[in-house]
Each structure stands twice: as C-alpha cells, then as structure tokens.
T-cell receptor
Framework: GDQVEQSPSALSLHEGTGSALRCNFT?????VQWFRKNSRGSLINLFY???GTKENGRLKSAFDSKERYSTLHIRDAQLEDSGTYFC???????????FGKGTHLHVLP | EAAVTQSPRSKVAVTGGKVTLSCHQT?????MYWYRQDTGHGLRLIHY???????EKGDIPDGYKASRPSQENFSLILELASLSQTAVYFC????????????FGKGTRLTVV
C-alpha cells in the first residue's frame, strides 16, 4: 500500500473559511514537506518540518513523527489559495522523498 | 533562495523520437531528482543521483535514462518517447544532510503525439 495517504483528495472552500489537509504515514518518517502546485504548474515550498509546528500567515503545519501524521491548516481562504497541495515525507532509511497524491483545493467566491 | 532551472518548459515530441529534459541547479546540492506528475498519481520518482557521474533508479525508471555529468546538471532522456510518457516532469535538488528540504524546478510539460 501507499506509504503516504493524503486526504481529502479534493476540497472546496468558500472565501474566508478554513480547513485542514492531512497526511498519514504507514512508517516513521524523519521529516515532511508541504507544497502547492499553482495554476501555472510551478511547485511552491510551503513548509518543511522535522517536528513540531510552523506557521506562515494563514497557513499552519504540524508534524508528529511518532503518531505518523502531518497536517496543513488553511484559515481565511483566499481565491489565490486554489491549487493542488502535496505533502512529501522523508523516509528514515532510504534517501527518498515519498509524495502524497495531492489535495485539489478550490476556493469559491 | 535555492534555484533549480528546467528546460524546456514545454515540449511536443513525436512517438518514437528522442527527448532530453535538462535540469540545472545553482544550490551546490548533492542530490538531484526527476519526478513525473500525472493526475491521480501525485509525483513519482523516476531517477535520482547523489553524486556526479552516477545515477540511481527510482520507482518508475522503465523507459527513461538519466545522466549526471556534473553536480549542477541532471538530464532525463527518453530514447523512444511513447504516448504514456505524456506528463509534467519536475526536477529537484537537495542537500546531503538527513531530512533536507527539496527544491523544485517549475516543471516541464511533455506531450507525446
């Protein structure tokens, strides 16, 4: 099975509301990174975490290696937040990045 | 900010033709990666390299070759392009340290017709 399970696969939010994306891992990961792929196809780094939480503006991410999950919270969603969000986990034993399948976020006016 | 540059940004190739995608990084990173992205599959690793003149197979290497002639450059080669290789390809780089951040290029949209 997939080592990284990302949910939900798709999400629609009205402007000004918020929600959370989640990645569950089947094994212990050493770190996680969150990206957003915008409408032009570019991948934008959002957060990199080896533990704990980080916050940047309306985004906040948490990573718990022991409990094997990471979350990305979006608050006060704006139209420009629309895009596909990926989590990527760093395996402890192999030098490989394992990606979730992405969450397609659509922010509605 | 670390920089990873891919070229071309988009390409249309003919089935059976040879395609070379290029990637250049100015980050002084040891590791470089090639991923492809297909709807419903997220990003999948094709090849990666941790040192110049050496490449390793990723999760889906069939139909692809890679070349790392220098620390800065990493190419992905499709010797005989096929329709199934239509996708967006991302190059990335990272440091040698445990748990590094990965820096991505902007992607190359390849359409095989």
């Amino acid at each position: 099975g997939d080592q990284v399970e990302q949910s939900p696969s798709a999400l629609s939010l009205h402007e000004g509301t918020g929600s959370a994306l989640r990645c569950n891992f089947t094994t212990t990961m050493r770190a996680v990174q969150w990206f957003r792929k915008n409408s032009r196809g570019s991948l934008i780094n959002l957060f990199y975490l080896a533990s704990g939480t980080k916050e940047n503006g309306r985004l906040k991410s948490a990573f718990d290696s022991k409990e094997r999950y990471s979350t990305l919270h979006i608050r006060d969603a704006q139209l420009e937040d629309s895009g596909t969000y990926f989590c990527a986990a760093f395996d402890t034993n192999a030098y490989k990045v394992i990606f979730g399948k992405g969450t397609h976020l659509h922010v509605l006016p | 900010e670390a920089a990873v540059t891919q070229s071309p940004r988009s390409k249309v190739a003919v089935t059976g033709g040879k395609v070379t995608l290029s990637c250049h990084q100015t980050n002084n990173h040891d590791y470089m990666y090639w991923y492809r992205q297909d709807t419903g599959h997220g990003l999948r690793l094709i090849h990666y390299s941790y040192v110049a003149d050496s490449t390793e197979k990723g999760d889906i290497p069939d139909g692809y070759k890679a070349s790392r002639p220098s620390q800065e450059n990493f190419s992905l080669i499709l010797e005989l392009a096929s329709l199934s290789q239509t996708a967006v390809y991302f190059c990335a780089s990272s440091r040698r340290d445990r748990g590094p951040e990965v820096f991505f290029g902007k992607g190359t949209r390849l359409t095989v017709v």
